[in-house]
T-cell receptor
Framework: GEDVEQSLFLSVREGDSSVINCTYT??????LYWYKQEPGAGLQLLTY?????DMKQDQRLTVLLNKKDKHLSLRIADTQTGDSAIYFC????????????FGTGTRLKVLA | GAVVSQHPSRVICKSGTSVKIECRSL??????MFWYRQFPKQSLMLMAT?????????EQGVEKDKFLINHASLTLSTLTVTSAHPEDSSFYIC???????????FGPGTRLTVT
């Protein structure tokens, strides 16, 4: 079945860039997403990338997609303390029902 | 923008009782909604796909008699946790798929605590 993996933790200093990585197994994924979850809250869609794109930039966020290696990354420029949260990547699976398969989540801690 | 609400946001109930959680798409129609469960410090696990006017499709390992899903209208799906036990304590999140664009929008989640 589909599997989406992320590293569990990332710690960066305020003002530095953060790079959160994600690997997936389903080569037929159509869309890949990045969500942010703050403590006790729901999911906030940050950005998404269509599978025929290599890169997408949206203000401080840059998404890179390497389809050959099935690798997705999210770069946050000028990371702020408010960026501290858990970040999930997700893909749409192949079932045709548009079910989301979520990654394991990366906890980002930004140090002042 | 598209908004999905969940009610209640937090509920505490006694073991053996049933709890109903509502998921509403406020400004769009959603024939399909999804229910997820999230344990502390873990990822979201899809429980079931809710379809308006038909039976829900449950993921492997999810008891359909314990987690009753009713999708009675194009804007409302409910999840009822029957005979709740402490191990059912979790964060339940729904998402609604807009009929016209297939984009999914997530609700804010419901924290269930069973004592």
């Amino acid at each position: 079945g589909e599997d989406v993996e992320q590293s569990l933790f990332l710690s960066v200093r305020e003002g530095d860039s953060s790079v959160i990585n994600c690997t997936y197994t389903d080569s037929s994924s159509t869309y890949l997403y990045w969500y942010k979850q703050e403590p006790g809250a729901g999911l906030q869609l940050l950005t998404y990338i269509f599978s025929n794109m290599d890169m997408k930039q949206d203000q401080r966020l840059t998404v890179l997609l390497n389809k050959k290696d099935k690798h997705l990354s999210l770069r946050i420029a000028d990371t702020q303390t408010g960026d501290s949260a858990i970040y999930f990547c997700a893909e749409t699976g192949t079932s045709g029902t548009y079910k989301y398969i979520f990654g394991t989540g990366t906890r980002l801690k930004v140090l002042a | 923008g598209a908004v999905v609400s969940q009610h209640p946001s937090r509920v505490i109930c006694k073991s053996g009782t049933s709890v109903k959680i509502e998921c509403r798409s406020l400004d769009f129609q959603a024939t399909t909604m999804f229910w997820y469960r999230q344990f502390p410090k873990q990822s979201l696990m899809l429980m079931a796909t809710s379809n308006e006017g038909s039976k829900a499709t449950y993921e492997q390992g999810v008891e359909k008699d314990k987690f009753l899903i009713n999708h009675a209208s194009l804007t409302l799906s409910t999840l009822t946790v029957t005979s709740a036990h402490p191990e059912d304590s979790s964060f339940y999140i729904c998402s609604a798929r807009r009929d016209t664009t297939y984009e999914q929008y997530f609700g804010p989640g419901t924290r269930l605590t069973v004592t």
